[in-house]
């Protein structure tokens, strides 16, 4: 079964958080997922979340406080900072009741002392995470958009996986990411499916809705379900133009409706 999550990081972000959630469930989104909501004071979002029975499926950890930062976890030296993001993210978390934290890795050089430290801090995070019942979120993020961003393939993040060994580190994939750095998503996915806990979506190059350009999402999200997939689809895309205009895509995986 085909379900969408709102990405409200991209959709309605003219919106404040609440009212993006209340107008992703009048569009028929069935699920939320955040970027950085940490300025929206928790109530407010506990309550637009009760209004419309929405889940919260995720937010992520700070990009840093200094100029170029794209997260903390994988840089050496900045141990403290990566787990004061963690800390919040988590506790944020907790106080909405989100299911996950991606926990972002920033911009680092690919080798030995940059995995040992993101590693460290994945299992810093898992276990401050398990205490609440929160799945730790790792994603690949492609290197035309975020240069020098230091998780970039799903084998570099299975690999992290089996490293920390943690049962709630997960894999985020973003569909988008890995068909512009590595390309062969049905395979990518089915080898490493039982490490993905969340899948996202956008048009492939323009990252704008999901109806154009190199993948055929109206083929392969079902495909992806007959592969185990269970979860939602979260809308991660930039608008054309505004999210209400552009929701059109949506219309080609309802179901028609009856005429009796």
Known sequence: MVRFSANLGFLWSELSLP?????????GF??????WPFAVPVDEVRIALAETGLPLLGLN?????????FGLAALSGREEEARTAIDEAI????????????????????????EATFAENLAYACGAASTHRITVLIEPINHHDVPGYFLSRVEQAADLVARVGADNLKIMFDCYHVQRMQGDLLRRFVDHGAMIDHVQIAAVPTRAEPD?????????????????????????????????????????????????
């Not at 009212?19 to 009048?26: C, K, N, W």
């Open 61 to 69: 950890t700070r990009k840093g406080g200094s100029e170029g930062d």
């Open 212 to 260: 154009e350009g190199d993948i055929s999402f109206e083929r392969l999200l079902p495909v992806l379900c007959d592969n185990g997939y269970r979860g939602f689809f979260g809308a991660e895309y930039r608008p054309r133009a505004g999210t209400e205009e552009g929701l059109g895509w949506l219309d080609a995986y309802r179901a028609p409706k009856s005429n009796g």
């Open 19 to 27: 009212d993006a959630i209340r107008r992703a469930h009048a569009a």
């Open 30 to 35: 069935e699920a939320v997922e955040f970027h």
């Open 91 to 114: 506790a944020y978390a907790a106080k909405v009741n989100a299911r996950a934290v991606h926990v972002m890795a920033g911009r680092a050089e690919e080798n030995a002392v940059a």
